[in-house]
């Protein structure tokens, strides 16, 4: 029986960072569910809601490996959203063409 555990996500970092902007600092990267627990647990505005429960739980589910470090991010944004701090960088931009004004 092949067994395969799911990489550890204490050494692990996502692809994009997430931003966040808590209280009036600048935005900084969170880049590991080790960070994003972190945050959540120590700096985070708003303690408690849905989605930052869930972020909360994922986080510490992905550091003992028992799910993905990806699925911890999306969490982890979710909860950001929550909580009002998902710094503008982190947001998917608008398109833009040049230099074209609207007009």
């Known amino acids: 029986m092949l ?3 799911p ?3 204490s050494d692990v970092s996502w692809n994009e960072p997430v931003l ?5 600092g600048f935005p900084e990267k969170i880049e590991t ?3 994003a627990l972190n945050c959540l647990a120590q700096r985070w505005p708003k303690v408690g809601g849905e989605q930052y429960e869930r ?3 994922l986080c510490m589910a992905a550091l003992g490996g028992r799910v993905q470090c990806d699925t911890v991010r999306v969490a982890f944004v979710a909860a950001a ?3 009002d701090v ?3 960088e982190t947001r998917k931009p ?3 063409f040049g230099n074209i004004e609207p007009g």
């Open 33 to 35: 569910p080790l960070q």
């Open 55 to 57: 972020a909360r739980h």
């Open 81 to 83: 959203e929550e909580a």
């Open 3 to 5: 067994v395969i555990k």
């Open 20 to 24: 966040v902007q808590l209280r009036f």
């Open 94 to 96: 608008a398109p833009t």
């Open 7 to 9: 990489e550890n996500c």
């Open 86 to 88: 998902l710094a503008h």
